[in-house]
């Protein structure tokens, strides 16, 4: 993990650093085979025996500390090996969050010198991970600071100056994280600023937080946990990680292999630290495709999950390496990146496995090979179930979206969930809408719940009002139309008319409660105003 030089340390510093009584260092010696073995005696010593700081810090590392000795201001999930890294570099741990949001809030404009903030909150990203992850960079950072001026991953401006970055490092030094868990906080931090400094970035970069968390819990709901997963195109590597926090909240194990592809060497970097300041263990991410043809180096039947966003309609990627288009291997050719991407995905799930892929909403009724592929996908028993969402959850677009989410083929067809949460959501900010945890909780809650039914022997029409499983001949008769507000409302599919109107109602009343509290926060605006003038007596 790390060796801090060849520093030396006696039984007495372990127990003051590690936060713990002095013979609780000689019990570890004792009743662990495994605890480091000591060097010769330490010139001058009060005790005969010293141990190299590096060795001990990993062996502390794998100790947990029990709630019930956790000191104020730890998470669970502290090992001793935090408090003894902090010990060993004098700084009062636990202090990571407050000083990166003092130096991406506040002290932003001093701190960025004439980066773009963008290009700073990127800076800030790597610099968190190298604290939690590369002791022997960070080290190196620390001691001469020019170092991390020309480190080529961290990629900066020549103009950024040296003394900026000098006081960013040492001003993040002298507040280390209590845990990894507090660099992980800071990180998504850091990540959620940078989606709203960057608009463009925000939209081609990361998935919704609130849309990568339904996608993640409900595949989590599942089953076992995947023992391996896969995204093909995973940006920044928000869904991967969205998996590892569902799958820990459930208690299981993280999994064995963790694959990603994505084409951008940007967003593949923070999709990198993000996985593993998230518990991924040695993910193996590397560039790949924009669209299937490129032929991503990954066989066929392998994965046990696949969690994917991929490109909508082609868009502006910049490729790392060349493509070369070659036969597809799909089940029509449709010419949309995002059914090449569905079937690629369907292609790529074992036997048992489940997938959930982010489509637009205009996949569930396009006509030509789009419709024949979701006329494969209904009678081989393939797609598991659609949910749509609310539109604005992007933040450049008002593209609404849904979730596809699919099993290996079954040879029949086979009933089907429809999912209708596009009345859900609200505005957090002008032009983007998120869902809460409640709308999340709700989703999630409607999938698991028909599934749980389903593999018990019970029946399980839906939940009124939000999702109803709908047979393959109802759906036959749509002409293989699959759009969850059609199929939602009502044991019979609603005319085309009656679904317009009802759904223009609906936009009409939330359009005219948004329309009130805007006015409210005008007249508001206006009064405040009135009142600053009559204080000038204007």
Same mark, same amino acid.
């Given at each position: 993990?790390?060796?801090?030089? /060849? =520093?030396?340390?006696?039984?007495?510093?372990?127990?003051?650093?590690? %936060?713990?009584?002095?013979?609780?260092?000689?019990?570890? /010696?004792? =009743?662990?085979?495994?605890? #480091?073995? @000591?060097?010769? @005696?330490?010139? %001058?010593?009060? /005790?005969?025996?010293?141990?190299? $700081? %590096?060795?001990?810090?990993?062996?502390?590392?794998?100790?947990?500390? #029990?709630?019930?000795?956790?000191?104020? %201001?730890?998470?669970?999930?502290?090992?001793?090996?935090? =408090?003894?890294? $902090?010990?060993?570099?004098?700084?009062?741990?636990?202090?990571?969050?407050?000083?990166? !949001?003092?130096?991406?809030? =506040?002290?932003?404009? +001093?701190?960025?010198?004439?980066? +773009?903030? #963008?290009?700073?909150?990127?800076?800030?990203?790597?610099?968190?991970?190298?604290?939690?992850?590369?002791?022997?960079?960070?080290?190196?950072?620390?001691?001469?600071? $020019?170092?991390?001026?020309?480190? @080529?991953?961290?990629?900066?401006?020549? /103009?950024?100056?040296?003394?900026?970055?000098?006081?960013?490092? +040492?001003?993040?030094?002298?507040?280390? @994280?209590?845990?990894?868990? !507090?660099s992980r906080q800071a990180f998504d931090r850091l990540l959620s600023l940078l989606r709203d400094a960057d608009a463009r970035a925000a939209d081609e970069f990361f998935t919704p937080p609130s849309v990568s968390r339904v996608m993640a819990r409900s595949l989590a709901a599942q089953g076992p946990p995947a023992r391996r997963l896969y995204d093909p195109f995973c940006r920044s590597g928000e869904l991967l990680c969205a998996y590892l926090d569902a799958i820990a909240e459930r208690g299981g194990d993280a999994p064995e292999e963790i694959t990603g592809r994505e084409p951008r060497k940007a967003a593949l970097r923070l999709a990198r630290m993000n996985v593993l300041l998230h518990g991924g263990r040695r993910p193996r991410l590397a560039p790949g495709p924009v669209r299937p043809e490129g032929d991503p180096p990954d066989p066929p039947g392998m994965f046990d999950a696949v969690l994917t966003n991929p490109p909508f309609g082609g868009g502006n990627v910049i490729v790392v390496g060349e493509e070369k288009p070659r036969e597809p291997w799909h089940y029509a050719r449709t010419h949309s990146p995002q059914f090449d991407w569905l079937q690629y995905v369907l292609s790529r799930l074992a036997p048992g496995g489940r997938a959930a892929v982010l489509m637009p909403s205009g996949a569930s009724f396009q006509g030509g090979a789009e419709r024949h592929v979701r006329a494969y996908l209904l009678e081989n028993g393939a797609l598991d179930c659609v949910m749509a969402l609310p539109s604005q959850l992007f933040e450049r677009t008002r593209i609404q979206t849904q979730i596809w989410f699919l099993r290996p083929p079954r040879g029949r067809a086979e009933q089907v969930l429809f999912v209708d949460g596009a009345g859900l959501g609200h505005m957090a900010s002008r032009y983007r809408r998120s869902l809460s945890d409640d709308d999340v909780d709700r989703l999630v809650r409607a999938y698991a719940s028909w599934h749980e039914a389903r593999d018990s022997g019970r029946d399980h029409a839906g939940i009124p009002g939000l999702s109803r499983a709908v047979r393959p001949e109802e759906i036959v008769a749509l002409d293989y139309r699959m759009d969850p507000p059609l199929l939602v409302h009502g044991d019979a599919p609603m005319e085309a008319a009656d679904r317009d109107a009802t759904t223009a109602r609906d936009r009409l009343a939330r359009l005219s409660k948004e329309l009130g509290r805007l006015s409210a926060r005008a007249r508001a605006a206006d009064s405040a105003v009135e009142e600053r003038l009559r204080r000038y007596g204007l």
């Open positions: 993990m790390t060796d801090f030089g /060849e =520093r030396l340390v006696s039984r007495s510093d372990i127990a003051r650093m590690a %936060g713990v009584k002095r013979p609780a260092v000689t019990n570890w /010696e004792r =009743r662990h085979t495994d605890f #480091p073995t @000591p060097v010769a @005696p330490e010139s %001058g010593g009060p /005790e005969p025996e010293a141990f190299r $700081a %590096g060795d001990v810090l990993t062996w502390l590392s794998g100790r947990t500390i #029990p709630a019930n000795a956790l000191q104020p %201001g730890e998470p669970a999930g502290t090992t001793y090996g935090d =408090r003894f890294r $902090a010990g060993l570099r004098g700084n009062r741990s636990g202090s990571l969050l407050s000083a990166v !949001e003092q130096l991406a809030g =506040r002290d932003a404009a +001093r701190f960025a010198g004439r980066l +773009r903030m #963008p290009d700073y909150l990127n800076l800030l990203l790597s610099l968190v991970f190298f604290q939690s992850h590369e002791d022997k960079r960070w080290a190196r950072y620390v001691e001469d600071p $020019a170092v991390a001026l020309v480190d @080529p991953d961290l990629d900066l401006p020549v /103009e950024y100056d040296r003394l900026s970055l000098a006081d960013v490092i +040492r001003f993040l030094d002298r507040n280390p @994280p209590a845990s990894r868990d !507090e």
